[in-house]
């Protein structure tokens, strides 16, 4: 898979489906065959991840000793809700509602692409996250990319 980029409007229809914007849908040409799976975020939003991403997610979490306290939590905090989900034919997913509950997620979506993976919010929620951009952007970018042997490229 390569990288998502851009970020989407969508409506959630009253039986909790939302349509994946056809700009989206062309770049996640495995969906329709593989599925997808859909997660808690960090924080008060969704994340979802093709199958294979999130295997791969899996698959990390299965290499963690599974006797030490602190791993053992966070398995369970991070896999606690995943859910698969199928495009029907009119190109839709059913988006669980103790998820949405979770998330705050009433009618009104914004996907956020973010390299591998979806960030689905409640678009009130995105815009009120996103309307604190931090004042000085180009130190944290500093702080985050400046130093490349953290990021082992070197």
């Known amino acids: 898979m390569s990288h998502l980029t851009g970020e989407f409007e969508c409506k959630l229809d009253p039986k909790s489906r939302m349509m994946i914007p056809a700009g989206l849908k062309k770049k ?7 599925g997808l799976v859909i997660n808690r975020g960090f924080k008060n939003y969704l994340v979802i991840y093709t199958k294979s991403e999130w295997d791969k997610r899996l698959d990390e979490l ?3 000793n599974e006797y030490e306290q602190d791993n053992i939590d966070f ?4 896999t ?11 190109g839709r997913v059913l988006l669980p509602k103790f998820l949405l509950e979770y998330a705050g997620i009433k009618s009104d979506v914004v996907l956020t692409c973010q390299l ?10 995105h815009k009120a996250a996103f309307d604190n951009e931090p004042e000085n952007f180009s130190a944290l970018a ?13």
Do not use: C
């Open 28 to 34: 996640l040409p495995e969906a329709e065959t593989e």
């Open 80 to 90: 606690r809700g995943a859910t698969e989900l199928s495009l029907d034919a009119a």
């Open 116 to 125: 591998n993976k979806i960030e689905v919010w409640d678009a009130a929620a």
């Open 62 to 64: 299965s290499k963690l």
């Open 142 to 154: 500093q702080r985050v990319m400046g130093n490349k042997a953290r990021r082992g490229d070197e």
């Open 75 to 78: 398995i369970r905090y991070f």
